[in-house]
């Protein structure tokens, strides 16, 4: 990200966005021609998502098990949807005969899910998922911001219509940019809106002028060293193969579960739902959750992050997420926690 800049419509840099388009097809799984880096970090990808597929009157149905579902919700809110919260308590996951029942009851037009709940630490299934939506006929919208470049993320094989993501997590990157990826459904909604996109720096028809090839039409000027930041790290990612960083992201989190379950510890989430790239453990009783998250911080340079929401006060949040995802830094975590909690 150091290195000299160029402008934004300079041929050095379009042939960059097309590399960048083409390694976040890989991360994302996906085929998708509009699979693009929005300007603004992964709260900006979701809000350009939920600008271009809802329309004022649009139902919406939004499972709300953690922090950011309620985000989702309140953004398709704001762009006139009608939302339907489907609410489960943080930590939970959402059963597929619950989602068919909500589709069948409010039959929206797009379903929106959190894959990687950041607040919870909880992923959520999305087998068969993608079938349901269809048979209602409704658009599949996932989050991926805490997923990506960490654990599975299949959008084609998986049928989701829309997704998005951020570069701060599993990408390893610093935030600033939000990939989104649309499937020809996505698309098909976009292009038969009745009503213009409310927000013109979202608005994707106007991005895919600039990004989509052929003539490039200037939009905005981008943010040229946090494109260069994410073409490296999606690099990084296609260096080391989708398979190979999620069996680390997998084996990093395991040996933090065994480690913590030595020292008498308890995660919060059912075993079968745990992100390996998030971890959220339950503060022990006595114990001053913000006291641990300062002395680690302090004494050992680690920094971990406390509860949101339902969960301020009960949980610690620990992230093992792209380069740090790491076994040695699973034990540097662990003996500091042994040390803290022992006095």
């Not at 087998?127 to 960490?150: E, F, M, Y």
């Not at 959008?155 to 990157?173: F, M, R």
């Not at 040996?255 to 079968?272: D, I, K, N, R, Y």
């Not at 022990?284 to 920094?303: H, N, Q, S, W």
């Amino acid at each position: 990200m150091s290195v000299p800049q160029v402008g934004h419509l300079d041929p050095y840099f379009i042939g960059l966005m097309d590399e960048i388009q083409e390694l976040l097809r890989y991360s994302f799984q996906t085929d998708n021609q509009l699979t693009v880096p929005i300007s603004g970090t992964g709260s900006a990808g979701m809000e350009a998502c939920i600008a271009n597929l809802v329309e004022p009157g649009d139902r919406v149905v939004v499972g709300c098990n953690g922090y950011f579902g309620g985000r989702l919700a309140e953004m398709a809110s704001r762009y006139g949807g009608e939302v339907e919260s489907l609410t489960k308590p943080w930590g939970e996951v959402f059963a597929l005969d619950e989602l068919a029942g909500a589709l069948a009851e409010h039959r929206p037009a797009i379903l929106g899910l959190i894959h990687a709940e950041t607040s919870t630490g909880a992923r959520q299934p999305l087998d068969g998922v993608a079938d349901l939506c269809r048979q209602h006929g409704c658009l599949l919208l996932v989050d991926t911001v805490t997923s990506l470049g960490g654990l599975p993320v299949r959008v084609d094989e998986w049928g989701i219509d829309a997704a998005y993501s951020g570069t701060q997590k599993c990408l390893s990157c610093p935030p600033g940019l939000g990939p989104v990826t649309f499937g020809a459904r996505a698309a098909a909604k976009l292009e038969a809106r009745r009503s213009r996109v409310t927000s013109w720096y979202l608005d994707l028809s106007l991005l895919l002028a600039y990004w989509g090839g052929g003539q490039r039409t200037y939009h905005h000027t981008a943010p040229i060293s946090m494109n260069y930041g994410l073409r490296e790290a999606l690099r990084l990612v296609a260096e080391e193969g989708l398979e190979e960083r999620w069996r680390r992201h997998r084996d990093s989190a395991e040996a933090l579960w065994s480690g913590l379950g030595e020292m008498g510890l308890e995660c919060h989430v059912a075993a079968e739902h745990r992100l390996p790239s998030l971890t959220t453990i339950r503060v022990p009783e006595g114990v001053d959750p913000g006291g641990v998250v300062k002395t680690l911080l302090a004494e050992d340079r680690i920094e971990i992050g406390g509860g949101l929401g339902e969960l301020a006060g009960k949980v610690w949040r620990v992230g093992l997420m792209g380069y740090n995802s790491r076994r040695e830094n699973v034990d540097r975590l662990l003996a500091a926690l042994r040390r803290i909690l022992g006095r």
